[in-house]
Nanobody, 119 residues
Framework: QVQLAESGGGLVQAGGSLELSCVVS????????IGWYRQPPGKSRELVAE???????LYADSVKERSTVSVDHAKKSVYLEMNTLKPEDTAVYYC?????????????WGQGTQVTVSS
C-alpha cells in the first residue's frame, strides 16, 4: 500500500504561482508512475502531470507551458510548480502513484488539496 500526503494548496490570485508537495511512503523509483491529477468543481478527475519510470513526463495540454513536475528521491517527494495561474485551474489537486504487476494496475491517491484561483 502506497501512502501519499499532499500539501501546499490554498487561495491564489490569477497570474500567481504555487507549489504543491507530496510525500510518498515509498521510494519514487519503485513506482511505475508518479504525479498529479486534479478535479475541477463539477468535473471529472483529470491528469495534470505525470512522471513515468522510463523517464518520460506527460503534461496536460492546458498546463504544459506553465507547469513543472519534479521528484526528489532522497526526500521521497514529488512536486508540482504552476505559474500564471488561471481561475480554471481551481480544483482539488491529488497526488497519484501507480504500481503495475503484470496486467494488474494499482492506483494510489492522496487525500487531495484544494487550490482556488481568484480572478
Amino acid at each position: 500500500q502506497v501512502q501519499l500526503a499532499e500539501s501546499g494548496g490554498g487561495l491564489v490570485q490569477a497570474g500567481g504561482s504555487l507549489e504543491l508537495s507530496c510525500v510518498v511512503s515509498e521510494i519514487p523509483s519503485n513506482l511505475d508512475a508518479i504525479g498529479w491529477y486534479r478535479q475541477p468543481p463539477g468535473k471529472s478527475r483529470e491528469l495534470v502531470a505525470e512522471i513515468w519510470s522510463a523517464g518520460s513526463v506527460l503534461y496536460a495540454d492546458s498546463v504544459k507551458e506553465r507547469s513543472t513536475v519534479s521528484v526528489d528521491h532522497a526526500k521521497k517527494s514529488v512536486y508540482l510548480e504552476m505559474n500564471t495561474l488561471k481561475p480554471e485551474d481551481t480544483a482539488v489537486y491529488y497526488c497519484h502513484a501507480l504500481k503495475e504487476f503484470g496486467s494488474i494496475r494499482n492506483d494510489y491517491w492522496g487525500q487531495g488539496t484544494q487550490v482556488t484561483v481568484s480572478s
